[in-house]
């Protein structure tokens, strides 16, 4: 860290550690990706990072990346995913995950199913201070796994890499992308996520952004299938359940456990969720982009999230700090009245707000109403569709 910013770091992370528990997402992100690199063996059909095979000269440095950490740190303790492409294919990758921890970083880790995540890797990873990684899972079977990934094997791999981390201690976390090739056989893969001892299935319901197109997505009716299927899948399951980028997700668990318990739907969406030892703890409050939620490029632009490529600042000029917390499209993303269409009437708005990346993506604008959503504000709890 430069001599002139410590002082400032000192303060600011003794204030921020305290509005991470508040979960004051005005001042600090919950969970911070860095795509360490955009370069990448595999060429799915979905990325949203639109992967390339070589990285990219302009990668920020390890010097540039040390620094940039220091800077997280600023923000009290927040989960920072090293992510990518592929961040196996950076030399430097452990140092930096090193240095995270060392700052009290929670560091998780989202690596390709590639010949890189030996056992030996995997067991660095967990040395230099990775408390979970996590792999994508799109299908119960090689055949759609592999076609989707555009990769042959990529599945048997991914199978192989997920019970090897377990091998070696550390939490596994399966992402599975929601579009339409697979929206079937959803039921199929509980088995698997058991199978390999994942202490959480994250459910990515695609949004139209990088390689991802429009028509991949599900129709919202769909969607809410999924949601109340998810829901009564949460209830019985050994893992934790996250939809992510599906934050309409909220208001079907917060109406679902309302009309069980006849609670408030604060006490309801409280109640949600599980907590493993690993410390990837979720947060009680809703998380969205820009919204407890930050993504800096591989080349260092700052985003509201790798789904809202909305570049805000660069960390080579800008201070990530200030422009989570100050900068215009950051603060208009935490202003619930600053939506429009459905999302701005919904009476969620507060604990779900829309997905702002799949809105943007299908609409170009970020503020308006999430095109995924089926709900009609006031209408309260429908009944879970068949």
């Not at 969970?31 to 095979?53: G, K, L, M, P, Y």
């Not at 979720?282 to 930050?294: E, I, Q």
């Amino acid at each position: 860290m430069h001599p002139s910013l410590a002082p400032q770091a000192a303060a600011e992370r003794q204030l921020h550690d305290h509005h991470m528990l508040e979960a004051d997402f005005d001042q600090a992100p919950f969970t911070i990706a860095w795509e360490v690199t955009r370069a990448c063996a595999f060429a799915c059909v979905h990325c949203r990072a639109d992967a390339q095979h070589t990285r990219h000269p302009e990668e920020l440095t390890r010097e540039e990346g040390l620094r940039l950490i220091d800077r997280f740190r600023s923000f009290g303790n927040p989960i920072l995913i090293f992510t990518g492409g592929d961040p196996m294919m950076r030399p430097d990758l452990f140092d930096l995950i090193a240095h995270a921890a060392q700052a009290g970083l929670r560091c998780s880790l989202t690596p390709t199913a590639t010949a890189l995540p030996t056992d030996e890797r995997l067991l660095r990873a967990k040395e230099a201070g990775i408390r979970r990684i996590a792999l994508s899972l799109d299908a119960p079977s090689a055949e759609v796994h592999d076609r989707f990934r555009q990769v042959a094997g990529s599945w048997e791999r991914t199978m192989r890499i997920l019970r090897n981390a377990r091998s070696v201690g550390l939490s596994a976390q399966v992402n599975t992308t929601v579009a339409r090739h697979n929206l079937g056989l959803l039921p199929e893969m509980v088995p698997f996520i058991e199978q390999v001892g994942a202490v959480q299935w994250s459910l990515f319901f695609l949004v139209p952004t990088g390689r991802a197109q429009a028509e991949q997505m599900i129709s919202p009716e769909e969607h809410e299938r999924v949601f109340h299927w998810l829901y009564d899948l949460s209830r019985s399951a050994p893992f934790d359940i996250k939809a992510t980028a599906a934050p309409m997700y909220r208001r079907v668990a917060i109406e679902r456990r309302r009309a069980e318990a006849e609670g408030s739907a604060e006490v309801a969406f409280q109640g949600a969720g599980f907590q493993y030892a690993d410390g990837l703890n979720r947060p009680v409050k809703g998380v969205n982009d820009g919204k407890g939620f930050l993504f800096v490029s591989h080349r260092g632009d700052i985003m509201p999230s790798g789904f809202l490529p909305l570049a805000a600042g660069n960390v080579r000029r800008d201070d990530v700090v200030d422009v989570y917390r100050n900068h215009p499209v950051f603060r208009s993303l935490r202003d619930p009245s600053r939506l429009k269409g459905r999302c701005g009437r919904c009476e969620y708005r507060e604990v779900c707000g829309g997905q702002r990346g799949r809105a943007y993506g299908v609409t170009g604008d970020y503020l308006e109403t999430d095109p995924a959503c089926a709900y009609q504000p006031g209408a309260g709890l429908a009944a879970p569709l068949a």
